[in-house]
């Protein structure tokens, strides 16, 4: 009866709205994350070549992160309404907003990784026969995860906030049910929705840096020796002073 109560009087907490619209909670989640990961999974796979093309010099670096900055700049529902004409009302249409957007964060990090690369480093893989691919792949892309992998992180946190603009055209996962809610002042649903948004992006954080933990190994800080408690040491009492020695008296003997 509390429960029917709650979605009568339009509480904030109301689990009985959650019980009721589970499915529609778990469907709305579930776009968002195959939206969230299907964005930035593309956008890492198209910014590790515009990185590599940029670090070629600025002739090529001013253009490409002057474009990506740009994107980030242009307003969400512009970007939509830009790239309507191209995708209609579909999910391709957020996607590619979200992609380009990811773009400015994961373009910039794997540059800062590529050039955080030491030169001797690749001095050394060429004096051993490295080749250009060879030397990428398995030298200067492990050595660039740390960076790599942060830039990721934030691309896919930013990416799940969003993701929510896209329920102008339907598919903006819980987006769906955050502005329709907001409109008719439906609290339960508002709150409910926007707390599993929050959640996504913890989880989705936590989850990489886990993997990010795990792939580099090298970047965790070493453990310093087992300090010992030191032992408490009293001061060795001098020893006495002696009186100085006194040259013996010798009584003169008469003859």
């Not at 380009?100 to 030491?118: F, H, Q």
């Not at 946190?157 to 907001?182: D, E, F, M, R, Y």
């Not at 439906?186 to 707390?195: G, I, N, P, R, Y």
């Amino acid at each position: 009866m509390a429960g029917q109560n709650c979605l009568v009087a339009n509480d904030w907490i109301c689990w009985d709205y959650v019980t009721s619209r589970s499915q529609e909670l778990t469907d709305a989640t579930v776009q968002h994350v195959w939206i969230t990961g299907v964005s930035v999974l593309i956008g890492l796979a198209l910014s590790l070549p515009l990185a590599l093309l940029a670090r070629r010099g600025r002739r090529w670096a001013a253009p490409v992160l002057g474009l990506t900055t740009l994107l980030y700049t242009v307003p969400s529902l512009a970007m939509f309404s830009l790239l309507l004409p191209l995708f209609g009302l579909s999910a391709s249409l957020v996607v590619t907003g979200l992609v380009l957007y990811s773009l400015t964060i994961l373009v910039r990090n794997a540059m800062a990784g590529l050039e955080a690369v030491p030169e001797e480093v690749r001095e050394a893989a060429r004096g051993m026969g490295y080749g250009p691919a060879r030397l990428l792949w398995q030298v200067e892309l492990p050595l660039a995860l740390p960076a790599l992998l942060a830039g990721v992180r934030i691309a896919t946190v930013s990416t799940v906030a969003l993701t929510t603009v896209g329920s102008i055209v339907g598919k903006g996962g819980l987006g769906n049910l955050i502005a329709p809610a907001v409109n008719s002042s439906f609290k339960a649903q508002v709150l409910t929705a926007s707390v599993l948004c929050v959640l996504l992006a913890l989880v989705a954080d936590l989850l990489l840096l886990g993997v990010q933990r795990l792939l580099t190994p090298w970047t965790r800080a070493p453990r310093g020796p087992r300090r010992t408690r030191p032992v408490a040491t009293t001061p060795e009492t001098p020893a006495p002073a002696t009186a100085p020695a006194t040259a013996p008296t010798t009584a003169t003997k008469g003859a």
